[in-house]
């Protein structure tokens, strides 16, 4: 269409009008906005203009605009919000599509990524209404599998620890990571997809030599890990498991063993939360067979503790009980010098926490509460884990008939979470109320619990007590 022949964009001058911004000013925000990236955008008023008329920006002009126009507002606003929705639509759809497949190039994955954050930080509805993709999960695994390995040069005596790059990344994410323990992701979600996307992405697309190039690799994985579990927390299930997809090829770069298999077991515990339990299967014995002799025994452990949640949720009593046996042997023999630092989470409460998670799915109330009980410690524990696990050991008491002991720990537990951002957490209080209320014992009770909930989350979908 010729330019003289275009639709003015009404909705993007709208916005525009109601920000208070100029042409000159939503120019020069888009130059500051881009500012630290590798490449910034450039912008003037005349681009202005000619968007006004009607004229489409090119990747990624649109998503800065809505990006921009959202923080003078103070509110989402979204491409469509602007007139730019169909800027994106057939990416988007390539996204998704793409996400999903392991790449045979790291540009390609590191590519993804990129856009993934993109879509990510300005709520594309495409990419962040994405779902899981069972039929997905045989192709991930022979994917990784099966890649060519990496090729060291050779007289390369290994990575170079000291990377200082690779060190800032590795020091942030332990930084997010703990606040993500504490809070729950969505405190730390948007700052680490900027993080990524400003910070990380651009030096992966430089030259290193090959030891400093591996551990910036091995570094963005971890970051690629945590963005997938805080969006798996966020209840973005689809944007989740690209990230960890495309995470595996930042792995399999840096000739990571051990963290690609640890984004494997990730996929099997969400796979597993949300029903995959087969996928859960596949998954966590993927991560045990691509470490096979090289895995420490925490990580060993970690990845059995994740087969024997997925075989608990089969209802496979034995199989669960012979997984944690192995993990539990794993354990044991853990020796903490030459483990690495991201497994440090994965003490002994926390293998105690899978433990009883495994019960609860059994049904089995008395041990579910034993190893809760040792899930716990009251100094060590922080309160968003402490909240989970009071959860899981309010359900054994429901299953042990002990309704009135099950409400004083879910309520604690809803004390104890007061702030905390997760979607896995809302979960689990909506399961233990479904469960409460079907159990009929106490119909006040169950009242009186339903109405702590709906005053701290009035937005909570909860069910109603039966008559």
Not at 14 to 42: C, D, F, H, Y
Not at 254 to 269: I, P, Q, V, Y
Request: with cysteine; net charge neutral.
């Amino acid at each position: 269409m010729a330019a003289g022949k275009r639709e003015p964009n009404r909705r993007l001058a709208a916005v525009m009008q109601e920000a208070g911004m100029s042409n000159k000013g939503l120019a020069r925000r888009i130059v500051e906005a881009t500012a630290a990236w590798k490449e910034p955008l450039r912008a003037d008023h005349n681009d202005v203009r000619k968007w006004l008329d009607g004229m489409v920006p090119r990747d990624p002009k649109p998503r800065v605009i809505a990006q921009v126009l959202s923080a003078k507002l103070g509110r989402p606003v979204s491409l469509d919000d602007i007139g730019l929705g169909a800027a994106d639509a057939s990416e988007d759809d390539a996204l998704v599509n793409d996400g999903l497949a392991y790449q045979a190039e790291p540009s390609q994955a590191v590519a993804l990524l990129r856009q993934l954050t993109d879509a990510d930080l300005s709520d594309r509805r495409r990419v962040v209404n994405a779902t899981w993709r069972e039929d997905v999960a045989p192709q991930i695994i022979t994917g990784y599998m099966f890649s060519a390995p990496v090729v060291l040069t050779p007289g390369d005596d290994g990575p170079l620890r000291g990377a200082a790059a690779a060190e800032r990344i590795r020091r942030t994410t332990a930084h997010l990571m703990d606040m993500d323990f504490q809070f729950g992701g969505g405190h730390t979600r948007r700052m680490l997809i900027q993080f990524f996307r400003d910070q990380v992405v651009p030096l992966l697309r430089k030259h290193h030599p090959e030891p400093v190039r591996r551990e910036i690799f091995s570094a963005a994985a971890e970051v690629a890990q945590l963005l997938g579990w805080s969006a798996y927390d966020a209840g973005r299930h689809g944007v989740a498991m690209r990230y960890f997809t495309q995470g595996l090829k930042l792995a399999r770069e840096a000739d990571d063993h051990m963290l690609g298999a640890r984004m494997l077991s990730s996929l099997s515990h969400q796979a597993n939360y949300l029903g995959r339990f087969n996928d859960a299967v596949s998954f966590a014995r993927a991560a045990q067979t691509a470490t096979l002799g090289r895995a420490t025994s925490t990580v060993s452990s970690m990845f059995l503790a994740m087969e024997a949640r997925a075989l608990a949720s089969l209802g496979d009593k034995r199989g669960t009980a012979t997984a944690l046996h192995r993990a539990e042997q794993a354990f044991e023999t853990r020796d903490p010098s030459v483990e690495p630092e991201w497994i440090n989470y994965f003490d002994a409460l926390e293998l105690a926490g899978e433990a009883s998670h495994c019960f609860m799915d059994l049904g089995d109330g008395n041990r579910t509460k034993l190893f809760t009980a040792q899930a716990i410690d009251p100094v060590l524990t922080p309160p968003r884990t402490r909240a989970f696990i009071q959860m899981v050991s309010a359900a054994g008491s429901l299953a042990n008939g002990e309704p009135h002991e099950a409400v004083a720990l879910a309520t604690e537990a809803v004390e104890l979470a007061d702030g905390l951002q997760s979607m896995r957490y809302l979960r689990y209080l909506t399961d233990f109320c479904k469960a409460l209320h079907e159990l009929k014992a106490d119909r006040e009770l169950s009242q009186n619990f339903t109405s702590l909930l709906r005053s701290r989350y009035p937005k909570l979908a909860i069910p109603p007590v039966a008559a």
